[in-house]
């Protein structure tokens, strides 16, 4: 079963730039002991809270600065999301992060797009994170008119990310006001460090993808609106083990989520978490009973829910269709 789930073809949505750089790369550039910069960038059992998680962003975003690394980075997080059949992906950063060396935020989405362009045989679009802590103007605002320069040639979308419980979600009409007024699709971070009524606020805010989101599970108008209004969960599990959101992974509400509302299995972060998309599926198979069938829903949920365009939608389930025949037959 575990050859299996690798040679599938994988579609992934929720997934930071940030934290899936390689060790060896970060090592390599900054001049550190490999087995060091490890205990520092990933997750173990002695992680304790989000802060703890947190912090595993350090040294990766100190090295993600110039165009030569941001594009070297992309490269290679390509190349490893190629090796486990994933087909198609969304990489989200925040480029408010990748300017503290004097590159400008039009720099930095064209140092990752130079990146994608040298991978063939995955398709891969951006997805800019405007963060909580800056609130509804300045380089929020910034992001916003970047996201719309490269709209549809390399950037599909805007995110909201950052600390949901100490900037609540319904604070940020303003920003998305300007967000619809661009015509902008979007995906909101919510229901992950803060309960459902932060779900409930990224809905009336218009999103129509949420991240994590597993709040839901503690409220049954909140289930329902999902399902009604066909709102997409990008779930993370071990990164919600990691973050303490949930303390054992079995205890993890993935398959009640995933029988009631649409649903797509996302890493969050490989490096820091760990994790590959093949091993949460296994995972998913092995802790809560998925089938192929439950794992190939996933991935179609995730293409319907992606922000492309329908006719390349269409060729995305058509090769998820195949590839899970072929592997089964």
């Not at 975003?61 to 992309?74: F, G, P």
């Not at 045989?121 to 405007?130: D, F, H, S």
């Not at 990164?239 to 995933?258: A, G, M, R």
């Amino acid at each position: 079963m575990k050859k299996i789930i690798e040679n599938v073809p994988k579609v992934e949505l929720h997934l930071h730039l940030d934290g899936s750089v390689r060790v060896e790369t970060v090592a390599e550039l900054l001049h550190m002991d490999k087995e060091v910069v490890y205990s520092k960038m990933v997750c173990d059992s002695y992680t304790k809270s989000l802060t703890d998680y947190l912090s595993k962003f350090e040294l990766p975003l100190k090295v993600m600065q110039t165009k030569d690394n941001l594009k070297r980075i992309m490269k290679e997080l390509l190349e490893d999301l190629k090796k486990e059949h994933v087909i198609y992906v969304e990489v989200r950063f925040a480029p408010l992060l990748h300017m503290d060396m004097g590159l400008t935020m039009e720099e930095v989405v064209e140092s990752l797009i130079d990146g994608m362009r040298e991978v063939t045989g995955i398709e891969c679009n951006l997805i800019l994170c405007c963060m909580r802590q800056a609130g509804n103007g300045g380089r929020n605002l910034e992001t916003i008119e970047i996201a719309k320069k490269f709209l549809n040639s390399g950037v599909v979308a805007v995110d909201l990310a950052g600390d949901e419980s100490k900037y609540p979600t319904d604070q940020f009409q303003v920003l998305f006001d300007k967000i619809r007024k661009e015509q902008i699709p979007y995906t909101i971070h919510a229901g992950e460090a803060d309960d459902y009524h932060s779900i409930l606020s990224a809905i009336q805010l218009g999103a129509k993808r949420i991240g994590h989101g597993i709040a839901a599970i503690q409220n049954e108008e909140t289930m329902q609106i999902l399902k009604d209004h066909d709102i997409l969960l990008e779930v993370c599990p071990e990164s919600n083990l990691n973050t303490k959101i949930v303390s054992d992974k079995k205890d993890h509400p993935l398959k009640e989520l995933y029988w009631q509302v649409p649903v797509s299995v996302n890493t969050d972060n490989r490096t820091v978490s760990n994790i590959t998309l093949s091993k949460e599926y296994e995972d998913a198979i092995r802790l809560f009973g998925f089938t192929l069938d439950d794992i190939k829903k996933c991935n179609l949920n995730a293409v319907k829910h992606s922000f492309i365009g329908e006719e390349k939608k269409e060729a995305l389930c058509h090769a998820i269709e195949e590839g899970f025949y072929d592997a089964t037959h």
